[in-house]
């Protein structure tokens, strides 16, 4: 009879906590055109993609729900026009038979987003298989990933090495890129973002872990490491791409986001903050990247103040 309670009130538990993760961490909101690819499974043009040639050590994640897929190790150079993979995290990636009754689908395990089609028999490498993955159902990450599902917050506040090196120290952030995010140039340079023309905001990509923190606690401490009131920059840095923003990936964060700004402004801060859904993030160069931590100094208009 206790063994029996035991296992009930482990089971009940189970269920709780994976019911609480789901609701943690809903489905990222998709354009058009990863709409069109990822859930009326159509195909990027070849040799288009962003992750065609690319070569970072890391994990590449489902853009639909963040879900671990790949591995970088398990990526290689086919030629193809697509980023090819001959092995994927274990449990990630499910088969079926395509309707063309010739090619096998593979698809996200978790959400069933369409990645691409699965070949073997070319002796391309030594497992002789090859995911053929668009990269529009992809997320990059430069760090190395256990299986699950991984969220995705992207916040600008100012210069993007004050705002990474505060959200790298905080508990459960896996890793913090520095990028761009929310103009009209595709894979703008440093350089040509610091004109003002391309739209672009100075933004980081956080991705943590929903089993030890949460967007919520994420951006009430991006909200209080930079001044949320400041239009058109932040401390000495000036201009457009200086400005504060919150990109949100779905509409829960919208909501999260919303509840608040509205906080801030009823305690009678006039919040300059934008609420925008997020679009295309494009990683800033190498240098950029943990420059406070390469660099050992300390951010220069960037730091902590209780708001909440």
């Known amino acids: ?11 009940l538990t189970f269920m709780s906590i994976n019911s609480f993760s789901q609701e943690k961490l809903p489905y990222n909101n998709l354009s ?22 690319h070569s970072g050590k890391g994990t590449y994640l489902c853009k639909k729900c ?9 990526k290689f150079k086919s030629d193809c026009g697509w980023p090819s993979f001959d092995d994927e995290i274990k ?12 090619r096998t689908e593979i698809v996200c395990a978790n959400c069933g987003a369409h990645l691409g ?12 298989i090859r995911h053929c993955v668009n990269s529009v159902s992809l997320e990059f990450v430069p760090s190395e990933l256990t299986p699950g599902r991984y969220g995705t917050a992207v916040f600008a506040g100012g210069c993007f090495w004050g705002v990474e090196y505060f959200l790298q120290k905080a508990p459960g952030v896996i890793s913090v890129t520095s990028g761009f995010m929310g103009g009209h140039v595709k894979n703008p340079s440093y350089r040509e973002v610091c004109t003002g023309n391309t739209g672009h905001a100075e933004a980081v990509r956080v991705i943590y872990d929903p089993d030890l923190t949460s967007y919520e606690t994420l951006l009430k401490l991006f909200l209080e490491i930079h001044d949320p009131t400041q239009v058109g920059g932040q401390g000495p840095d000036l201009g457009d791409q200086y400005r504060s923003e919150i990109f949100f990936m779905n509409d829960e964060q919208k909501m999260i986001a919303e509840k608040y700004i509205g906080i801030l402004k009823s305690k009678g801060l006039k919040v300059a903050t934008a609420i925008t859904k997020a679009s295309e993030f494009w990683d800033a160069e190498g240098y950029h990247q943990d420059y406070y931590f390469k660099n050992g100094k300390m951010p220069y208009c960037h730091g902590y103040t209780k708001r909440f």
């Open 1 to 11: 009879m206790m063994k029996t309670l035991l296992t009930t009130i482990l089971l």
């Open 91 to 102: 449990g990630a990636v499910n088969r079926f038979p395509d309707p063309d009754g010739m």
């Open 66 to 74: 963040g879900a671990a897929l790949y591995n970088s190790s398990s």
């Open 117 to 128: 089609h699965v070949f073997t028999g070319e002796r391309l490498t030594s497992k002789n």
């Open 32 to 53: 058009k055109q990863e709409s069109r690819v990822i859930e009326e499974k159509g195909t990027e043009a070849p040799f288009t993609g962003k992750y065609t040639d």
